[in-house]
C-alpha cells in the first residue's frame, strides 16, 4: 500500500502563484509514476501534469503548459506542483497520484490509478 499526503492548496487571487506538494509513503519500490489530477466543481476529473520516476515529466495537460511545472525530490519522496499565473479555470480539488505504470502504458491517462490522496482544494478567486 501506499499513502499520498497532500498539501499547499488555497486561496489565490488571478495572476497569483500556488505551489503543491505530495509526500508518499508505505510501500513506493514499485511505484515509477507519480502526478495530479484535478477535478473542478461539477466536472470529471483529468490529468494535470505527470512525473516518470527516472525520466523526468512526461505530460502536462494543454491547459496548464508553460504555467505549471512538476517536480520531484527522490530524498523526500515528494512530488510538486508550481502553478504560476492561476485563472478561475485552475480552480478545482486537486489530487496526487501514483502508479505502477499508467504513465507509460495509458499515456492519455483514461484509466485510474492505483493510489490518490485525500486531495487538497484550489481556489482562484478576485
Known amino acids: 500500500q501506499v499513502q499520498l499526503v497532500e498539501s499547499g492548496g488555497g486561496s489565490v487571487q488571478p495572476g497569483g502563484s500556488l505551489r503543491l506538494s505530495c509526500v508518499a509513503s508505505g510501500d513506493t519500490s514499485g511505484i515509477h509514476c507519480m502526478g495530479w489530477f484535478r477535478q473542478p466543481p461539477g466536472k470529471e476529473r483529468e490529468g494535470v501534469a505527470v512525473f516518470l520516476i527516472g525520466a523526468g515529466a512526461i505530460y502536462y495537460a494543454d491547459s496548464v503548459k508553460g504555467r505549471f511545472t512538476i517536480s520531484q525530490d527522490n530524498a523526500a519522496n515528494t512530488v510538486s506542483l508550481q502553478m504560476n499565473n492561476l485563472s478561475p479555470a485552475d480552480t478545482a480539488m486537486y489530487y496526487c497520484?501514483?502508479?505502477?505504470?499508467?504513465?507509460?502504458?495509458?499515456?492519455?491517462?483514461?484509466?485510474?490509478?492505483?493510489?490518490y490522496g485525500q486531495g487538497t482544494q484550489v481556489t482562484v478567486s478576485s
Open positions: 497520484a501514483a502508479d505502477p505504470e499508467l504513465c507509460v502504458t495509458d499515456p492519455r491517462l483514461t484509466m485510474p490509478w492505483d493510489y
